[in-house]
């Protein structure tokens, strides 16, 4: 190491005087912003906790991908959904020509089994065109007879909803129409003709004593204007059922998550025929490609933060996604998405599978949490008598880290047994005791950690 070095830093030091050593560590890392102080009334009871990332997605990783060699260890996320894409490609179910259609559902019902045994709904991402209906076998292709295409979206629904009578069953047109197909809102290749065929469709199976569903779309690759406006004109124009909006985030930005929301809900405002519209993430995640922080804390860290910025916002976040796929080169960890390595390397939980299980501890009364900052995110809920909080603290360039001062206000005068776990498995406890009314600790936060705190009074 060069003696300047050191020398500068001294230098620094005293023309800064009285500069900490936490601001300058945040300095010479290149990070501005503001550090958390967490403040949570215990008595401030919000309402039902909301639980967002109870929602898990599968992609187009493997035809022959099932659920069942770690149902157990899904079934513990306690998702309510579980999207699947690539019905009609992965599943074989429409056979024969566009005038003389025959399905099967036999591969299909194996992964609908799969989500309902381990106790979620299926929610079914409509995509994407059938080979039968395939131009030039293209399946991403415009169909080529749209009647076909409807009378295939009306048996799809009839089978789940009607035939296999599970209620409460979520469609979704399409999967990124933007990327898969090069869908657009106007011109030859129109999203919005393809959605009103398989809107009529889904109405036909409604009509045919279908169990109650949900419909909508379109799955789009981000949340955009011009295709939000676009697909609620149309539909109400056209008095097309729409139930909820969907889109896809990927982005290390935490912040992101939570102006997409702001946006939508004031372009909504312009659409009161809208009053129970839904928004939906059916993909999210930090990058959209493969990248090494799916296999570590990096990854956990940003699905616990995001989670707890969806909580209120969202109606349903899909974390993608389940397991990873198998990598031609053979490693374990190769930077794919799943909360599971792949089947063929063993199915090891991931750092992402632990934080959406620590975090899924949360109490089920959501309690008024302020004070978060730049870096660290936060919710609290009363679990009982006891007070359960979730801090996640996530840097894109994984530097940053604070110990987190949290206040809990409005207490009794009495002992305490106050709990922390964090994702590396590290656990810490303490008697504490206070006679203000409020007590204050000290949570140390690494880089790209999260951590459970539980706060339960001692009789």
């Not at 036909?204 to 379109?218: H, L, Q, R, W």
């Amino acid at each position: 190491m060069s003696i300047l070095l050191p020398l500068a830093i001294l230098g620094l030091g005293i023309v800064l005087g009285v500069l900490n050593i936490k601001t300058l560590r945040l300095l010479f890392i290149g990070a501005t912003g503001d550090p958390a102080n967490i403040m949570i009334d215990t008595q401030a009871v919000l309402g039902p906790m909301p639980r967002p990332w109870r929602n898990l997605a599968q992609g187009g990783e493997d035809k022959n991908w099932r659920i069942t060699p770690i149902l157990d260890q899904v079934k513990a996320l306690h998702p309510e959904y579980i999207r699947i894409d690539h019905i009609y490609d992965f599943y074989d179910i429409v056979q024969g020509t566009p005038r003389n259609l025959t399905f099967h559902w036999e591969k299909f019902d194996l992964i609908i089994s799969d989500i309902l045994a381990v106790g979620a709904k299926p929610y079914v991402s409509l995509s994407y065109t059938p080979m039968s209906l395939a131009p030039n076998g293209d399946i991403t292709g415009t169909p080529t007879d749209w009647g076909a295409y409807q009378l295939v979206i009306q048996k799809t629904v009839e089978h789940l909803s009607k035939d296999r009578g599970i209620d409460n069953v979520i469609y979704e047109v399409w999967n990124e129409p933007d990327l898969f197909g090069g869908w657009k809102t106007y011109g030859p290749k129109n999203y919005l003709t393809l959605y009103s065929y398989a809107a009529r469709g889904a109405d036909a199976a409604a009509d045919n004593g279908a169990k109650p569903f949900k419909f909508g779309g379109p799955a789009i690759t981000a949340l955009y204007k011009n295709w939000f406006d676009n697909v609620l004109k149309f539909a109400s124009d056209n008095r097309l059922r729409l139930d909820f909006f969907s889109w896809h985030r990927y982005d290390r930005e935490i912040d992101v998550y939570q102006k997409d929301v702001a946006n939508a809900k004031e372009w909504l405002d312009a659409y009161p025929q809208y009053p129970t519209l839904e928004f939906h993430i059916t993909e999210w995640g930090h990058d959209p490609k493969n990248d090494a922080g799916y296999d570590g804390g990096y990854g956990a860290a940003h699905t616990a933060a995001v989670a707890s910025e969806m909580m209120g916002s969202v109606q349903r976040g899909f974390v993608f996604e389940i397991q990873d796929s198998t990598d031609p080169a053979g490693k374990q960890y190769w930077g794919r998405w799943g909360l599971f390595t792949s089947q063929s390397s063993g199915s090891r939980q991931k750092p992402r599978y632990a934080a959406l299980r620590l975090i899924d501890r949360i109490g089920d009364q959501r309690l008024q949490l302020l004070g978060k900052g730049t870096w660290v995110k936060g919710m609290a809920a009363r679990l009982g008598d006891a007070v359960t909080v979730v801090l996640a603290n996530f840097d894109p360039v994984g530097k940053h880290g604070e110990t987190v001062p949290v206040t809990f206000t409005n207490l009794l005068d009495q002992s305490f047994l106050l709990e922390q776990t964090f994702l590396d498995g590290m656990q810490r406890s303490a008697q504490v005791a206070t006679t203000e009314a409020e007590l204050r600790v000290q949570i140390p936060m690494l880089p790209n950690s999260v951590a459970f705190i539980k706060l339960t009074p001692q009789k």
